[in-house]
């Protein structure tokens, strides 16, 4: 038998997929990437209803430390929002996902790779590119992009097939990972409306506020109101604390890759917060030139991520750059958080460059003379000064 692999979200487009292929001939092995947002039982929901569609395998793998590690941290480094809006919660993720099945599918000796992406969105241009980039060898099988299948159509093949499980559809598609959720809906498919209170997964229960310290080293996150984890656990507490405000809530308006525009809400609490106050941090650490490079290089790194591109070397180069850019953004940043929304109230950091012994900003100067000054302004001025004499 041909030996495939297929990407299984365990939802009625990779469902079809792993039936049809099965069909086929093709020695089907489903695999899932969990990048936060799995519990333990819908894990084993999952593997159940994988093995109902006839795969020969079932395997979950535990992506979430690569994910921080590969990706979130350098945007987290960069301050990287999408559009000044979106933290690129499921874009990011697909991105590890993809990587991990080809390097699976290679591990086992698969010849064929399926995903069930459709041919109007990102995600088919995600998965393909980074398949055809690790492993050119394995061809790539996409059964709704290339048959074109409606959603009825699934379904009364499943049917057809014995496997007649809930696929009604639900109004709001959610997709939820450790750097956000995506939500889905009527109202994003047009310009005009809001997603209403509902359809966001997380609701308001806090209604008074409450000041949280988040400590960074380096410019990561260890530690919560002075309780040191994990990055990776500080953003899962952080989410769980903030998302009681309905705090991290928005609509993204973006350019897709194949070039419609698209729109979509999200929930990101954690990954809203963390780069805002990891910014403000940076802004008393590092100097006007590191903002100012930090600033545009961001965004050409959030866009190559957002675009499947993660793998061109230049994300390296990047990368390497947020790294050095971080040895002293240290110090200990406090947050208010409110219903809907929060705010920065300072920060604490031995790095701090705002500091008193070299004058204060607009009240009193202890590094420079009066003459000096007015030297400074005259020649700093000169080249403005001369256009505007030669061109009156």
């Given at each position: 038998?041909?030996?495939?692999?297929?990407?299984?979200?365990?939802?009625?487009?990779?469902?079809?997929?792993?039936?049809?292929?099965?069909?086929?001939?093709?020695?089907?092995?489903?695999?899932?990437?969990n990048t936060g947002g799995f519990s333990s039982e819908e894990i084993k929901k999952i593997e159940h209803n994988a093995y109902t569609m006839g795969v020969a395998t079932y395997k979950n793998i535990n992506a979430v430390a690569d994910y921080y590690n590969k990706v979130i941290k350098y945007l987290i480094f960069g301050n990287v929002l999408k559009n000044n809006t979106y933290p690129l919660s499921v874009s990011a993720e697909r991105i590890v996902q993809a990587i991990k099945i080809v390097n699976y599918a290679k591990s086992i000796g698969a010849n064929y790779i399926a995903h069930g992406s459709t041919g109007a969105g990102n995600d088919q241009v995600r998965f393909d590119m980074i398949f055809q980039t690790i492993a050119p060898e394995i061809e790539v099988i996409?059964?709704?992009?290339?048959?074109?299948?409606?959603?009825?159509?699934?379904?009364?093949?499943?049917?057809?097939n014995g496997i007649d499980l809930s696929w009604e559809k639900t109004k709001y598609s959610v997709?939820?990972?450790?750097?956000?959720?995506?939500?889905?809906?009527?109202?994003?498919?047009?310009?005009?409306?809001?997603?209403?209170?509902?359809?966001?997964?997380?609701?308001?229960?806090?209604?008074?506020?409450?000041?949280?310290?988040?400590?960074?080293?380096?410019?990561?996150?260890?530690?919560?109101n002075d309780n040191e984890k994990t990055p990776v656990q500080n953003i899962e507490q952080l989410n769980e604390i903030a998302s009681k405000f309905g705090i991290g809530r928005d609509i993204h308006v973006g350019d897709t890759i194949v070039g419609i525009k698209g729109r979509v809400g999200f929930e990101a609490a954690a990954a809203l917060i963390?780069?805002?106050?990891?910014?403000?941090?940076?802004?008393?650490?590092?100097?006007?030139?590191?903002?100012?490079?930090?600033?545009?290089?961001?965004?050409?790194?959030?866009?190559?991520?957002?675009?499947?591109?993660?793998?061109?070397?230049?994300?390296?180069?990047?990368?390497?750059?947020?790294?050095?850019?971080?040895?002293?953004?240290?110090?200990?940043?406090?947050?208010?958080?409110?219903?809907?929304?929060?705010?920065?109230?300072?920060?604490?950091?031995?790095?701090?460059?705002?500091?008193?012994?070299?004058?204060?900003?607009?009240?009193?100067?202890?590094?420079?003379t009066a003459e000096d000054a007015k030297g400074f302004i005259k020649i700093l001025g000169n080249q403005?000064?001369?256009?505007?004499?030669?061109?009156?």
């Open positions: 038998m041909k030996k495939l692999v297929i990407a299984y979200s365990g939802g009625l487009d990779t469902s079809y997929c792993a039936v049809s292929l099965s069909k086929q001939e093709y020695e089907v092995h489903a695999v899932s990437v996409t059964p709704i992009r290339d048959l074109q299948l409606s959603r009825q159509e699934e379904i009364e093949y499943l049917k057809n997709n939820k990972g450790l750097w956000g959720t995506s939500v889905g809906g009527e109202e994003t498919l047009t310009s005009e409306h809001p997603l209403p209170e509902h359809a966001y997964p997380s609701q308001v229960t806090k209604t008074t506020s409450e000041q949280i310290k988040l400590s960074f080293v380096k410019g990561e996150l260890m530690a919560i963390t780069i805002k106050a990891h910014h403000l941090l940076e802004k008393h650490t590092l100097t006007k030139w590191q903002l100012q490079h930090k600033e545009y290089l961001a965004s050409f790194y959030g866009m190559h991520l957002h675009e499947g591109q993660y793998l061109d070397p230049v994300m390296r180069d990047m990368e390497a750059f947020f790294t050095n850019s971080q040895a002293k953004v240290t110090g200990d940043v406090f947050v208010t958080l409110k219903p809907y929304h929060f705010t920065l109230d300072g920060i604490d950091s031995p790095h701090d460059l705002m500091n008193a012994k070299f004058g204060s900003y607009g009240e009193l100067n202890k590094g420079w403005n000064k001369i256009y505007q004499q030669v061109n009156k």
